[in-house]
């Protein structure tokens, strides 16, 4: 009887056991994140998905590279994706075209401009008026590196339309190939492309639109106010994942963090990669919580406004949601 008995309680730990598994595979929530490009810029996103931290919390995230603020909003708003890692400018254009169903900030990822000026001609001690009379080749209007970028060089005195011969025609994608073709004296550029044409003698980085720009809301997460109401718990467990991703980012030294994001970035050698992390945690462009404050907002529109870019005054509250931000790192 004592053995029937042992037999019976085995049993039933392991029926137990396979139910609490089961269970757990159920209640696996699939969601799918469009980034607008790959960079080392968003480094903490990519320590969540390798370091396993949505898995923690019973997500299954698939990412995809969309390659420029439009095609990501596309992506957003026809339901190609659930979640849009881009610009906050992009959500004041979409609330601005008078959608029923607007896109909502509700994590920030990063919280400086991630690009570079990059000079083909090596410049000692470069001074922001050696740009004059120059060729820029920029980024797309109304994106938000080009707009900062416009804001950096008026706080410089140059005014990007006179002083410049300004191109901004190549497609976002196109620019790092463009420049590397003979085109243009000055490139804005994001890492580790920046950094990859320092180390090949195609240019040499002067300057960090970061440093000069401030805090602005440069890379958000949104989603679909629609979505986030109806998918609230899951939105909380992705900020939660990507919070404890921040942490551990500003936590880590360069090189930790480098060999963790080393797989999205193979092209790339880790030494590179981690001086590119350390050249963004230095400048204070990771965000360390994903909460978008209001001045961070009110900053946005400023760069906006000054761009001419700024299509109505849009209140932080209106397209920002910091209540599950909040209530993730005060747990």
């Given amino acids: 009887m004592k053995k029937i008995r042992l037999v019976g309680i085995f049993m039933m730990a ?32 990519y320590v969540a998905l390798e370091k396993g931290f949505f898995e923690e919390e019973g997500l299954d995230v698939e990412l995809n590279t969309t390659w420029g603020g439009d095609k990501t909003m596309t992506a957003l708003l026809s339901d190609g994706t659930d979640i849009a890692l881009v610009g906050s400018e992009t959500s004041i ?3 601005a075209r008078g959608a029923n169903d607007p896109a909502v900030n509700f994590a920030q990822l990063t919280q400086t401009d991630g690009t570079f000026l990059v000079a083909r001609e090596e410049v000692k001690d470069f001074q922001w008026e050696d740009l004059n009379d120059s060729t ?17 060089l008026k706080k410089h005195g140059i005014d990007p339309q006179k002083n410049l011969n300004l191109i901004q025609n190549v497609d976002y994608a196109n620019i790092p190939n463009a420049f ?24 040499h980085i002067v300057a960090s639109f970061g440093e ?38 500003e936590a880590q030294p360069a090189m930790e963090t480098a060999k963790v994001i080393q797989p999205y970035f193979e092209d790339s050698e880790l030494d590179l990669i981690a001086t590119v992390v350390d050249r963004y945690k230095s400048q204070g462009s990771f965000a360390t919580d994903p909460i978008l404050d209001e ?28 209540s599950i931000a909040e209530e993730i790192i005060s747990e």
């Avoid at 392991?14 to 968003?42: D, H, M, N, P």
């Fill in 93 to 95: 254009y979409v609330h």
């Fill in 295 to 322: 001045e961070e907002w009110n900053n946005l529109k400023v760069i906006m406004e000054e761009a001419g870019e700024l299509p109505e005054d849009v209140d932080h509250s209106t397209l920002v949601n910091t």
């Fill in 180 to 203: 590397a073709s003979g085109t243009g004296d000055y490139v804005q550029l994001f890492e580790p492309t920046a950094s990859i044409f320092e180390q090949e003698g195609i240019g």
């Fill in 14 to 45: 392991i029926l137990l056991t396979i139910a609490a598994v089961a269970c757990g595979q159920q209640q696996t929530t699939s969601l799918k994140v469009a980034e607008v490009t790959r960079s080392i810029f968003y480094a903490p996103q």
């Fill in 212 to 249: 000069e720009s401030g805090h602005v809301p440069y890379t958000v997460f949104m989603a679909k106010e629609s979505f986030i109401k109806e998918n609230e718990e899951a939105i909380k467990k992705f900020t939660k994942a990507i919070y404890k991703a921040q942490q551990w980012v």
């Fill in 136 to 152: 820029f080749l920029g980024q797309r209007k109304g994106g938000m590196p080009q707009m900062v970028g416009e804001f950096v």
